[in-house]
């Protein structure tokens, strides 16, 4: 006979699971399955990378090229040679920047996809799970039981991965690269002024939503510490492990690779939450150095008028 504490987990697990299928978007049969849109994402951000080691590289030779043309002589033959070797790197450096620009907004999109296709496949397994538990001698469709469950978590996981990359990458593209430039007048220094100001603004608001999430992850930690709490129930009242129940499959002592209890399926909440603090120290300290370029740029561009 089912405890009175299995039931309710039961309920609990279901309203949950529940909700993350109902937040999916339905694909389209044509689309990229898992594998192909992990594919896709992977070849991307090699490229990414590549990219990534030019542009230092670009970025270094166009500080060295700044330094030699504030030693040349003003109008001199080296002076005008460095010159266009600036215009030259300078052009290299935006065209490297708008083709990072491009793959990163690739890579989301298709990580928007990857997430799709997770948050659809969960909820035809837990279909799989419920048809496997319902078929007699439980003993016999352990295996089953056991490869569906450790299915599900990987799905699980691999969601709850995506939601941190994707945030990521969305950071990664609305903050620009600012530097000084001595070739910058005040028009230049004005529209860099915005843009560093700008920038604060939005990571403004990006905290804020972590700060959001947070607060999410706590009370997923709350829920959490209920599950444990009714796995105590559960075991106190004699259940059997994956008698019949997937539910208690999930949350025994003989859970799937030998990991117990129920933060096992879903993301540890406690490592959530250090990620997300991370983030949000991260953004701080860029939020402190996007406004001190913007004071540097007013600063700089107030010196031409004194």
Known sequence: MVSRATTRLALVLFVWFSAIALSSTSLSAQGPGIVELRRLIDGRETEIARLDV????????????????????????????????????????????????????????LKTQLFLAYNEQIPIVQQEIDAVTSREPAAENDGELRRLVALLENYVRARETLTTEIEEVEEDLF????????????????????????AVDKIDERIAAIEDQINKTLQKQRDLEEFQRIKDDIE????????GSVIEAILSDRGVGGRTGPGDVFEDPDARLSALQRRRFDLLQRRDDYANKAEQFAERRAAFYR
Request: glycine share 6%; net charge positive; proline share 5%.
């Open 54 to 109: 030019r542009l230092r590289s670009l970025e270094q030779r166009g500080d060295s090229l700044s330094a030699a043309k504030r030693a040349a002589e003003p109008g001199s033959a080296r002076f005008v040679s460095i010159s266009n070797q600036i215009l030259e790197s300078s052009e290299q450096i935006t065209n490297v920047t708008r083709q990072l620009r491009v793959l990163y907004e690739q890579v989301r999109d």
């Open 175 to 198: 903050l620009p690269r600012l530097a000084l430039d001595p070739r910058d007048g005040p028009a230049q220094l004005r529209v860099k002024e915005a843009i560093a100001r700008d």
């Open 236 to 243: 106190r009242d004699g259940q059997a492990a994956l008698g």
